[in-house]
């Protein structure tokens, strides 16, 4: 019953998407006039191929944005090692991903842009790709996308899987539910964040038999290579930045830099000299920050600007794109945004602990919490939850004033990643060579 309930609502949802095709059509174009999707590749959002396909087997990743895009990077490596006929296809949906990602690729992966989930879009991407495989990333559950690989044969896998809450709660209603029941039956293999997310997966009645654990593949962004520009500038600003205190306020939404401003005011009460560096989650907000950072009397420099830090710094506002993880070497002490005001659900701390630094964070982390309690387990120093900004503040005081602690906390942020990260990329290709490649005929 579930299941002919579930083929009826798929049947709907693909006529909706169809009728509504010319529409999304202008809605794509409204996106390209704003500068959203690329100016010239935007015909792959419809299906339509830039590149030509080479024979033989193609394994298909596709990830929505940057984040997503650069966790399946490590296992696409590892996939060439291990399988070197493959020829690799990663697709993302954003046009800041296709910037930074490009460049990061291994040689001879192919790029293009995902197609929208239309009927005739995705029937003309399969078609032309032929993928024998196609490996989704954390939360892209598309019926078109599914459906049509499923009955075209192709193996459907989806790796550091998660479903928020809201999410949860809306697949679980009356309609949904039969719909996200037969998609899920459609995989080969779901790999959770976590054993909450492995229990979601299950209440919505995925198979218990295709999910398995792996660890999350956001611990192996760290691997993703930086390039020789990228370091060269990084070692620069490390220069200009010697004997200044200094601490980063990375992947901030909108409304924290309030926050942060009125940490780095208390700071300076006690560290004339001391530098903030603030990374807005979304680059285009770094120069209203720095204005408002102006008007406030301080000096600002923009990293787009390619200025240099002067004595009389007091923010460095980075409004470049892609490049966090190589700009936590900058700092001891890194504070991860996107989760000190309600209705925000954090970002990946790996990365910073990665680098070394002393990992802070707030209170409203999301999913980022289970990243949270693995890395305390590890060592209970490894990061660091607070309040608000009084907190921050004088934690923040606490660690300037006192080296062994900052010291303590930076160490242990570096062993608990290392200790999280060391086998996440091959779980997580074991589990596709077992669940999806080995299933399929590749000759």
Known sequence: MMREKGKLVYMVYRAVTYGLSPFLYLHLQWRRFRGLEHPLRWPERLGRPSLSRPPGPLLWFHAVSLGEGLAAIPVIRHCIQQQPNFTILMTTTTNSAFKVIKDRLPNGVLYQFAPLDTPAAMDAFLGYWNPIAVVLMESELWPNLIFDASRKGIMVALLNARISSKSFRLWSGPVARPLISLMLSKFSLIAPLSTLEAIHFQLLQAPPLIINFAGDLKYAVNDVDISVKEHASIEDLQLQLTNRPVWMASSIHKGEEKVMLGVHKALMQMYHDIVTIIVPRHPQQGQQIALALQKDGFNVV??????????????????????????????????????FLPGLAGHNISEAAAAGCAVLTGCYVGHFSCMVLEMQRMNPLSVMQVSGQAELAEVLHNLFSNSNVLEARRVAAKQAFLALSSRVVANVWNLINLHVIGKVSVG
């Open 302 to 339: 923009l990293r787009s600007h390619d200025e240099k830090i002067l004595p009389s710094t007091n923010f460095y506002v980075v409004d470049t794109l892609g490049e966090l993880r190589s700009l936590y070497r900058l700092t001891p002490i890194a504070v991860i945004g996107g989760s």
